[in-house]
């Protein structure tokens, strides 16, 4: 195979360390690849008034694969605080460069898997019969409808009287805020398209079939949210009928879904849901393996072969200037494994997760988060391995 090029994406606070240790870890496993940088995040916001420069969305266009560190968000009013004074009176409103990046590639499936490493001491662990403890093992894939729903940034405040006079259309809408004055209505839009439903449910029901799953639940909230939680439901139940019946479809309401995941979170398999509740319920799963340390995500285009892997957690900002960084690098090291599998490098890949599989469960090296330390600059003095320490332990199992 041809020598590759990765866009590399260190975003924000810990990602530039999380991204430069699994850089070494895919060097040692023999992975060939140049790794050109792209400017994105916080920073770029604030000189230059756009976190998403087009020269990084040209690198991506070119080169078709990246591997993201982490992004720093603010609420509007702190974003806008932040800008620079020559670009605050240019109207400059503030957007996530990751959605955005997914919404102009249309990354539209995301996929994070939240499987419990043996030996983690962060495993989800629940009182059985008597005084028995159980470990119950979790292999949950969520599959995060990735472009739409609350998170499309359809929104207004003070609606323009268009918009407005629209939503008066709607009788309950009349009931509920008629009498309410405009400029104190604030609107965020849940759109779903029939389209983008069938790619993410495809994207679940073929994922279970060719790995095992006996099952694809839809999370959502169809009793309440009719037409948008409503449609997903009715698809999936078409498409299960008609493609896969071997595969049994549920169907969970999202509240009580954060319920039972603790109480029988190895009974799931495959999960699909709209974008917040998608990432809610990711983020759930990934309490019960160890945290955000541990859970990473792929986002693409199955079309163009675009793909973006990160992981799941924040910059953390607090942490980033600690003279010896101290998080936890697996969240992004199994993202750079879920970018093999998708490039087709899946025996490096697999050879990976199996170093870092030996190192969780010798247990010799773990990172302040293993050790329920609390976050501080002296974790490294007090027994915890650094971000870098991790990195070299899973080395050495590679080689």
Known sequence: ????????????????AVLEETIRVLDAAGFDADYVEGDIGWEFWKEEGNPLPQRTIDLLEQHKIALFGAITSKPKDAAFE????????????????IVGLRQHFNL?????????????????????????????EVDVVIFRQNTEGLY???EWSNPN???????????????????TPKEEVSVSTRIFTKKATERILKGAFEHAKNFGYKSVTVCEK????????????????????????????????IDAQMMWLTKNPEDYGVIVAGNMFGDIVSDGFAGLIGGLGFACSAQFNPDSG??????????????????TSIVNPIAMIESACMMLDFIDEKPMASKIRKAVADVISEGDVRTYDMMRMRGKADVVENG?????????AVIAKLK
């Open 161 to 179: 009287d268009k918009v407005y006079e629209a939503l008066m259309t709607h009788p309950k809408f009349v009931k509920n805020f008629g009498d």
């Open 222 to 253: 169809p009793n309440v949210i009719r037409e948008t939680s409503g449609m997903m439901y009715k698809m999936a139940q078409q498409m299960q009928k008609a493609e896969y019946p071997e595969i049994e479809l549920w169907n969970t309401n």
């Open 384 to 392: 915890a391995a650094s971000t870098r320490e991790m990195a070299d």
């Open 152 to 154: 499309g940034g359809v």
């Open 1 to 16: 195979m041809a020598k590759r090029t990765i866009v590399s994406l260190p975003g924000d606070g810990i990602g530039r």
């Open 306 to 323: 675009i793909g973006v892997f990160e992981p799941t957690h924040g910059s953390a900002p607090k942490y980033a200037d600690y003279e």
């Open 108 to 136: 539209d499936i995301c996929m994070r898997p939240c499987h419990s490493y043996k030996g983690n001491p962060l495993n989800f662990v629940r009182r059985g019969k008597g005084s028995d403890i159980e470990e119950p």
């Open 82 to 97: 932040e800008l620079s004074d020559e670009l605050k009176e240019k109207g400059l409103v503030y957007s996530s460069p």
